[in-house]
C-alpha cells in the first residue's frame, strides 16, 4: 500500500474521541482486507491479524475480503493454513478480482460463507515458474517444485469445490477466468450477494 492514503476514522466514545486508520477500524469489526498481491509483508499482516481476532474470541467470525491478483504461492501457503486451523470460522468475500492465489483463499472460507459481489472476476491457472535459471540440475529441482505445487493446490481445489481432479487440471491449465455465477457453479463460492433494495423515497 506504499503511497496510498489511508483514511482516518473518529469514534466517539465515552472517554472523548479516538482516531483510527481505516483498516485498525475494520478490524475491530473483525474486518480482514487482502488488497493487492499477495506476497510475504502482506501475509505476515493477514495472518497477524487472523491470530490476533481468533485469540480475542475462539468462536465469532472473521470476515475476508478479497481483491487481489495473486502472488507468491509460499506465502499465500501461509495465510491458507493459518485458516485453516483457527477454532474461530473464517468468512470469505470477493471485492473486484480473485486471481491464482486470491482464488485459493477464497475457496477456502467456511463452507457456506464463501461469497462474491455480483460483478467479482474470479481468475485461475496452473502455478507459474518464476526466474527459472541456472544448471541443468536447478532446472530440474524447479521443475519438480512446480509440479509439486500445481499437485497440491488441485488437492486443495478439490477438497473445497468437489471438482474431480480430472476437471480441475483440465480448466486450470490455462488462463480460466469465471463470473461470480460461473464459480459458484464450480464449487468455489456459495452464494452471488446481491444488491440490497434502496428504500422508497
Same mark, same amino acid.
Given at each position: 500500500?506504499?503511497?496510498?492514503?489511508?483514511?482516518?476514522?473518529?469514534?466517539?466514545?465515552?472517554?472523548?474521541?479516538?482516531?483510527?486508520?481505516?483498516?485498525?477500524?475494520?478490524?475491530?469489526?473483525?474486518?480482514?482486507?487482502?488488497?493487492?498481491?499477495?506476497?510475504?509483508?502482506?501475509?505476515?499482516?493477514?495472518?497477524?491479524?487472523?491470530?490476533?481476532?481468533?485469540?480475542?474470541?475462539?468462536?465469532?467470525?472473521?470476515?475476508?475480503?478479497?481483491?487481489?491478483?495473486?502472488?507468491?504461492?509460499?506465502?499465500?501457503?501461509?495465510?491458507?493454513?493459518?485458516?485453516?486451523?483457527? =477454532?474461530? =470460522?473464517?468468512?470469505?468475500?470477493?471485492?473486484?478480482?480473485?486471481?491464482?492465489?486470491?482464488?485459493?483463499?477464497?475457496?477456502?472460507?467456511?463452507?457456506?460463507?464463501?461469497?462474491?459481489?455480483?460483478?467479482?472476476?474470479?481468475?485461475?491457472?496452473? =502455478?507459474?515458474?518464476?526466474?527459472?535459471?541456472?544448471?541443468?540440475?536447478?532446472?530440474?529441482?524447479?521443475?519438480?517444485?512446480?509440479?509439486?505445487?500445481?499437485?497440491?493446490?488441485?488437492?486443495?481445489?478439490?477438497?473445497?469445490?468437489?471438482?474431480?481432479?480430472?476437471?480441475?487440471?483440465?480448466?486450470?491449465?490455462?488462463?480460466?477466468?469465471?463470473?461470480?455465477?460461473?464459480?459458484?457453479?464450480?464449487?468455489?463460492?456459495?452464494?452471488?450477494?446481491?444488491?440490497?433494495?434502496?428504500?422508497?423515497?
Amino acid at each position: 500500500m506504499s503511497g496510498l492514503i489511508v483514511p482516518t476514522v473518529l469514534e466517539t466514545t465515552g472517554r472523548g474521541e479516538r482516531a483510527y486508520d481505516i483498516y485498525s477500524r475494520l478490524l475491530k469489526d473483525r474486518i480482514v482486507m487482502v488488497n493487492g498481491p499477495i506476497e510475504d509483508t502482506l501475509a505476515n499482516l493477514v495472518v497477524a491479524q487472523l491470530l490476533y481476532l481468533a485469540a480475542e474470541d475462539s468462536k465469532r467470525e472473521i470476515n475476508m475480503y478479497i481483491n487481489s491478483p495473486g502472488g507468491s504461492i509460499y506465502a499465500g501457503l501461509g495465510i491458507y493454513d493459518t485458516m485453516r486451523v483457527l =477454532p474461530c =470460522p473464517v468468512a470469505t468475500t470477493c471485492v473486484g478480482f480473485s486471481a491464482s492465489f486470491g482464488t485459493i483463499l477464497l475457496l477456502a472460507g467456511e463452507k457456506g460463507k464463501r461469497y462474491a459481489m455480483p460483478h467479482s472476476r474470479i481468475h485461475m491457472h496452473q =502455478p507459474l515458474q518464476n526466474g527459472g535459471g541456472g544448471q541443468a540440475s536447478d532446472i530440474e529441482i524447479q521443475a519438480r517444485e512446480i509440479v509439486h505445487l500445481r499437485d497440491e493446490l488441485h488437492g486443495i481445489i478439490h477438497q473445497h469445490t468437489g471438482q474431480s481432479l480430472e476437471r480441475i487440471r483440465h480448466d486450470f491449465d490455462r488462463d480460466y477466468y469465471m463470473s461470480a455465477k460461473e464459480a459458484k457453479e464450480f464449487g468455489i463460492i456459495d452464494e452471488v450477494l446481491t444488491f440490497a433494495e434502496k428504500p422508497q423515497e
